[in-house]
């Protein structure tokens, strides 16, 4: 394999093992430093495993294109392959998405997104938008170091400073405008978060080798809706994930009809709804926002809620046969810790917190069906991008807020894998499924956790 650049792949956590009977070495954990070897990425690629999607990715020098390691493309030559850990390290380095696997849908990284360190925040505070809002200042601000602490540990890590990746993200949000809106292309460019037409135009040429106008698509949703397909790593029992949220669904936010799960979304430049349901292999979203600023934004939180980014192969590997393979998340922390404190499943505490978005919640420019309001601001603050320690902290902070409903949080509302509540329904659970010792379970005892709720409650062993 050709020597790999700066932004080439060290180590990037736990990775899946393909389908065939070849295994990868297990990785290090803790470490990012081993490179992944020609040996195990080609062994991927021949695999054509879904699994290794948003891993690792796959540039050819020889046509100047990067791909998903399940590309059904012809197989590059060892010579002429570099691997890179992220979309925006291979587009550093010159290269654009493969048209065939569009590389740039692929599932996130499970390794950022179970991180609770520096790159990991910051790797979803930026997914989130928020170097398109703040600035690397404003992001360096939020997770507590200085701009070159931020730049140097992402490049280090991910191949890619926060202006790269913020690009790599403005990019995929305008060609998914482009391809599912109707929108003119200086709109997009604009909700996008480019700073000019001219910008917009060239960035997009560069990094998707075709004009704005070439990559236009045809609508396929109503009026105002954007309509995406969300990839995941199988094995994913969507339809599972969808019901537990629409079990705990609260009127005027939430509905569910038994195939679609609609909520509404408080985002940073207005309000949205989100429908999912179960697609052929991926999860169907429809969008409606108030401002198409937040696209990128929505998506994020959608992916939240599903678990869409979480290594299933890796946490089935670890724990027994009646986990969780996801864990149903919450696009916001606040409001699940004011829906908690104000009671959890009773009919009487439904009919308050009802009340509560009716009486408080921000009405809904357009309503949509049944989903009327975003819920209502809380008097207090967690924080979406706070550290999950800083996160558990402030929760213990607020009264009424004991060990069992800050663990909750924490595993729904900040997607820590490894938090394990050891309330009486999970020693029941336990006891009934043959016993076990919590800390084997490292460093996926969340899932643990909702597998044992799940298991007590209604004798179903699994989610997901």
Same mark, same amino acid.
């Given at each position: 394999? #050709? /020597? +790999?650049?700066?932004?080439?792949?060290?180590?990037?956590? &736990? =990775?899946?093992? %393909?389908?065939? @009977?070849?295994?990868?070495?297990?990785?290090?954990?803790?470490t990012?430093?081993?490179?992944i070897?020609a040996e195990?990425?080609?062994?991927?690629?021949?695999s054509r495993?879904?699994?290794?999607?948003?891993?690792?990715?796959?540039?050819v020098?020889?046509?100047?294109?990067y791909?998903?390691?399940?590309?059904?493309?012809?197989?590059?030559?060892?010579?002429?392959?570099?691997?890179?850990?992220? #979309? /925006? +390290?291979?587009?550093?380095?010159?290269?654009?998405?493969? &048209? =065939?696997?569009? %590389?740039?849908? @692929?599932?996130?990284?499970?390794?950022?997104?179970a991180?609770?360190?520096l790159?990991?925040?910051?790797?979803r505070l930026?997914?989130?938008?928020?170097?398109?809002r703040?600035?690397?200042a404003?992001?360096?601000?939020?997770?507590?170091?200085?701009?070159?602490?931020?730049?140097?540990?992402?490049?280090a890590?991910?191949?890619a400073?926060?202006?790269a990746?913020?690009?790599?993200h403005?990019?995929q949000? +305008?060609?998914?405008?482009?391809?599912?809106?109707?929108?003119?292309?200086?709109?997009?460019?604009? @909700?996008?978060?480019?700073?000019?037409?001219?910008?917009?135009?060239?960035t997009?040429r560069?990094?998707?080798?075709?004009?704005p106008?070439?990559?236009?698509?045809?609508?396929?949703?109503g009026?105002?809706?954007i309509?995406?397909?969300?990839?995941?790593?199988?094995?994913?029992?969507?339809?599972?994930?969808?019901?537990?949220?629409?079990?705990?669904?609260?009127?005027?936010?939430?509905?569910?009809?038994?195939?679609?799960y609609?909520?509404?979304?408080?985002?940073p430049?207005g309000a949205?709804?989100?429908?999912?349901?179960?697609?052929a292999?991926?999860?169907?979203?429809?969008l409606?926002?108030?401002?198409?600023?937040?696209?990128?934004?929505?998506?994020?939180?959608?992916?939240?809620?599903?678990?869409?980014d979480?290594?299933?192969?890796?946490?089935?590997?670890?724990?027994?046969?009646?986990?969780a393979?996801?864990?149903?998340?919450?696009?916001d922390?606040?409001?699940l810790v004011?829906?908690?404190?104000?009671?959890?499943?009773?009919?009487?505490?439904?009919?308050?917190?009802?009340?509560?978005?009716?009486?408080?919640g921000?009405?809904?420019?357009?309503?949509?069906?049944?989903?009327?309001?975003?819920?209502?601001?809380?008097?207090f603050?967690?924080?979406?991008?706070?550290d999950r320690?800083?996160?558990?902290?402030?929760?213990?902070?607020?009264?009424?807020?004991?060990?069992?409903?800050?663990?909750?949080?924490?595993v729904?509302g900040?997607?820590?894998?490894?938090v394990y509540?050891?309330?009486?329904?999970?020693?029941?659970a336990?006891h009934?499924?043959?016993?076990?010792?919590?800390?084997?379970?490292?460093?996926?005892?969340?899932y643990?956790?909702?597998?044992?709720?799940?298991?007590?409650?209604?004798?179903?062993?699994?989610?997901?």
């Open positions: 394999m #050709a /020597a +790999a650049g700066a932004g080439c792949l060290a180590g990037i956590g &736990r =990775r899946p093992s %393909p389908s065939d @009977a070849r295994q990868i070495a297990p990785p290090r954990h803790g990012l430093e081993a490179m070897s195990t990425a080609r062994a991927a690629m021949e495993d879904p699994r290794f999607d948003g891993w690792f990715y796959v540039a020098t020889t046509t100047g294109i791909c998903r390691p399940s590309c059904p493309a012809v197989m590059p030559k060892p010579q002429n392959m570099r691997l890179y850990p992220s #979309a /925006a +390290a291979a587009q550093v380095d010159g290269f654009r998405a493969c &048209r =065939r696997c569009r %590389p740039d849908l @692929a599932p996130g990284s499970p390794a950022w997104n991180r609770a360190d790159v990991g925040r910051a790797v930026i997914a989130d938008g928020v170097v398109d703040e600035g690397v404003g992001l360096a601000a939020r997770l507590g170091y200085s701009v070159r602490q931020v730049h140097r540990q992402l490049v890590e991910v191949g400073g926060p202006q990746l913020a690009r790599a403005r990019v949000t +305008a060609r998914l405008l482009l391809e599912n809106t109707d929108l003119p292309v200086a709109d997009i460019a604009f @909700a996008a978060g480019f700073a000019s037409i001219r910008q917009f135009n060239d997009i560069q990094l998707c080798g075709a004009t106008t070439r990559l236009r698509g045809r609508p396929a949703g009026p105002g809706a309509v995406l397909r969300l990839a995941y790593r199988p094995v994913l029992d969507v339809p599972a994930v969808l019901a537990y949220l629409g079990a705990r669904a609260l009127p005027g936010i939430e509905e569910y009809d038994g195939t679609t609609r909520r509404s979304l408080a985002l430049h949205g709804v989100a429908a999912l349901r179960d697609g292999g991926h999860v169907a979203c429809e409606h926002l108030d401002d198409l600023r937040d696209l990128s934004a929505a998506v994020q939180r959608c992916r939240r809620m599903l678990d869409l979480a290594d299933r192969l890796a946490i089935a590997e670890t724990l027994p046969p009646w986990a393979t996801a864990i149903p998340g919450h696009p922390p606040d409001e004011v829906r908690m404190m104000l009671g959890r499943r009773s009919r009487t505490a439904r009919a308050r917190l009802a009340a509560l978005v009716r009486e408080r921000k009405p809904l420019t357009t309503p949509m069906g049944s989903i009327t309001h975003t819920f209502p601001p809380t008097p603050t967690v924080g979406r991008d706070a320690e800083e996160a558990r902290r402030r929760l213990g902070e607020i009264p009424g807020i004991g060990r069992w409903t800050i663990g909750y949080v924490l729904r900040f997607g820590d894998p490894d509540i050891p309330d009486l329904t999970a020693r029941r336990l009934r499924l043959g016993g076990g010792d919590p800390e084997r379970w490292r460093p996926w005892r969340s643990a956790t909702v597998g044992l709720w799940l298991a007590e409650a209604s004798g179903e062993p699994r989610l997901g």
